[in-house]
């Protein structure tokens, strides 16, 4: 739902993105200041909280595509769109507006912005038209039918476990109750979940808005997700990855499982486990773990002497070589 402070707040400047970009970058934008700005990372820290909470309302709204248009309709009204009423000459939109709260317009006051847009789209001209204020000539959607009540926005931050197999949760409203969330498996960092008909009531008889909740995951400490999928790094020796050795891998909230490395597995591999990812309604991911050779920062005499025996068993091959020659071309 539109807000009138949308004239006043360059959400893709507060975002650091061009006015054209795509989804896939908005995403990461945001992503990228809220890891910077999050509360759990600036404890104390009345600015960074703002920031955060700047940077939210800037993303729930741009990324949201009929959110996304509304606002950059408001704001090219607000950058010199003038407006004719009546004979009354032209006018600022803060003229425009006073007319739904004051004098003959009173009766619309709490009407959302949609209802005053809707009556500029259908004029050719952008304007009024010559209709008398009350009896505006491009119709106006306030006298069609009752005004949508304003959608109320909540946040709530949760830990990764919560995310990947969901739960429901209770949050405060802003008029003090509690309510419930049902927070659905697999939701994702930035996620907005709306609450249809729980939101402000409509000021005339109408539908009530919704409340938009905004998702934030916390890092979890081990796992990251890739889809429905989820990502482990797991160490493994040198004589391990040369030799081949099963070992054990953690799983989200479950026992580990056994996997086997084969022998000259190099640093960086994947190995999957089938199923062991996130499940949700629209399927079940995998578990990937990503093999990371250790080399010992420590060696006592007889693994140092075994070391240099090996090194003069191993092939003389140059593992740079082709590195090399791809350089030279």
């Given at each position: 739902?539109?807000?009138?402070d949308w004239?006043?707040?360059?959400?893709?400047?507060?975002?650091?993105?061009?006015?054209?970009?795509?989804?896939?970058?908005l995403?990461?934008?945001?992503?990228?200041l809220a890891?910077?700005?999050?509360?759990?990372s600036?404890?104390?820290?009345?600015?960074?909280?703002?920031?955060?909470?700047?940077?939210?309302e800037?993303?729930?709204?741009l990324?949201?595509?009929?959110?996304?248009?509304?606002?950059?309709?408001?704001?090219?009204?607000?950058s010199g769109?003038?407006f004719?009423?009546?004979?009354?000459?032209?006018?600022?939109?803060e003229?425009?507006?006073?007319?739904?709260?004051?004098?003959?317009?009173?009766?619309?006051?709490g009407?959302?912005f949609?209802?005053?847009f809707?009556?500029?789209?259908?004029?050719?001209?952008?304007?009024?038209?010559?209709?008398?204020?009350?009896?505006?000539?491009?119709?106006?959607?306030?006298?069609?039918?009752?005004?949508?009540?304003?959608?109320?926005?909540a946040?709530t931050?949760?830990?990764?476990?919560?995310?990947?197999?969901?739960?429901?949760?209770?949050?405060?409203?802003?008029?003090?109750?509690p309510?419930?969330?049902?927070?659905?498996?697999?939701?994702a960092?930035?996620?907005?979940?709306?609450l249809?008909?729980?939101?402000?009531p409509?000021?005339?008889?109408?539908?009530?808005?919704?409340?938009?909740?905004l998702?934030?995951?916390?890092?979890h400490?081990?796992?990251?997700?890739?889809g429905?999928?989820?990502?482990?790094?797991?160490p493994?020796?040198?004589t391990?990855?040369?030799?081949?050795?099963?070992?054990?891998?953690?799983t989200?909230?479950g026992?580990?499982?056994?996997?086997?490395?084969?022998?000259?597995?190099?640093?960086?591999?994947?190995?999957?486990?089938?199923?062991?990812?996130?499940?949700t309604?629209?399927?079940?991911?995998?578990?990937?773990?990503?093999?990371?050779?250790?080399?010992?920062?420590?060696?006592?005499?007889?693994?140092?002497?075994?070391?240099?025996?090996f090194?003069?068993?191993?092939?003389?091959?140059?593992?740079?070589?082709d590195?090399?020659?791809?350089a030279?071309?």
């Amino acid at each position: 739902m539109a807000s009138q402070d949308w004239f006043d707040k360059d959400f893709y400047k507060i975002l650091g993105v061009s006015k054209d970009v795509s989804d896939a970058d908005l995403k990461k934008a945001y992503r990228k200041l809220a890891r910077k700005y999050h509360p759990d990372s600036n404890q104390g820290d009345a600015a960074a909280e703002t920031k955060f909470k700047e940077i939210s309302e800037a993303y729930s709204v741009l990324s949201d595509p009929e959110q996304r248009a509304e606002y950059d309709q408001i704001r090219a009204m607000g950058s010199g769109a003038r407006f004719t009423a009546s004979g009354q000459g032209a006018g600022g939109f803060e003229d425009v507006f006073s007319v739904f709260t004051q004098g003959r317009g009173a009766r619309y006051q709490g009407a959302d912005f949609d209802d005053i847009f809707s009556m500029f789209n259908q004029q050719p001209s952008g304007g009024f038209g010559s209709g008398r204020f009350g009896q505006p000539s491009g119709g106006f959607r306030g006298y069609g039918g009752p005004t949508r009540g304003a959608d109320v926005t909540a946040r709530t931050t949760i830990d990764f476990v919560t995310a990947t197999k969901g739960e429901t949760i209770t949050l405060q409203g802003e008029d003090g109750k509690p309510f419930k969330v049902k927070i659905p498996a697999g939701v994702a960092d930035g996620q907005r979940i709306r609450l249809r008909g729980r939101g402000r009531p409509s000021p005339d008889g109408g539908e009530n808005g919704d409340i938009v909740v905004l998702v934030t995951v916390r890092p979890h400490p081990v796992f990251t997700r890739d889809g429905l999928n989820l990502r482990v790094t797991v160490p493994v020796t040198f004589t391990e990855a040369a030799l081949g050795a099963t070992i054990e891998v953690p799983t989200l909230g479950g026992d580990p499982v056994k996997l086997r490395v084969a022998p000259g597995t190099p640093s960086g591999r994947v190995l999957r486990v089938k199923g062991r990812g996130v499940k949700t309604q629209k399927g079940t991911g995998d578990l990937l773990a990503e093999v990371q050779v250790v080399v010992p920062s420590h060696l006592d005499e007889r693994a140092r002497e075994a070391l240099e025996r090996f090194r003069e068993l191993e092939p003389k091959e140059n593992p740079r070589a082709d590195l090399l020659a791809k350089a030279r071309t």
